[in-house]
């Protein structure tokens, strides 16, 4: 899988691929990263991106030529790209966007900032568009970073246990509901007069499972009811 970030701030984002599970994704070639200054694409002197906004309004908006020129040529590059924007007026990204993603051989992350990006842009190129929840963010960086990362972790091979995606937060269960995890536990089995549910204690997998289920659906109807 290839990530091509266009951002004006690169920096935000590369630090997040050099720790863990990702940079070690990188280092046995299941992922590679490619980033892009739109500033490097410009035509005016002084390499200006942004520009007022059309009837009025406050702030800056990037307008439109140093992205049409910069994702033209990598559509004209990689006709196969796929170029996500994340935006705050959009369809929530889930769990199934991620897998579903995950299938593509590059994906190209398009990062707003000031007051976004001019809709032409978006209109021509995007082949989605996603927000990661109902808040504004400075710039686009951060949503682009969450969404590869929750993409990178189902591409086979860049977890170390591939059965650790069968039991998360969101995934399908047995009648097709989306569930969230179960609580989870480690040692000591008592820590400050709270003990581990003695089902998990006992090696009995079948009970295991049934009150992990029953778990899950409790805090599926308390947080997402």
Known sequence: MKFSFITLFPDLIKPYF????????????????????????????????????CGGGAGQLIFPQPLFDLLTKIKQDDPKAYIVFPLAAAKPFKQTDAKRLAKKEHIVMVSGRYEGIDERVIETFASEVFSIGDYILTGGELASTVMADAISRNIPGVLGNQESLDDESYNLNDQDKMMLEAPSFTKPVIFENQKVPSELLKGNHAKIRSLKSKLSRCKTKYFRP
């Open 18 to 53: 050099k720790e863990s599970i990702l940079k070690k994704a990188i280092e046995n070639d299941k992922l590679s990263l490619q980033f892009y200054n739109p500033r490097d694409y410009t035509t005016n002197k002084h390499n200006k991106v942004d520009d007022t906004l």
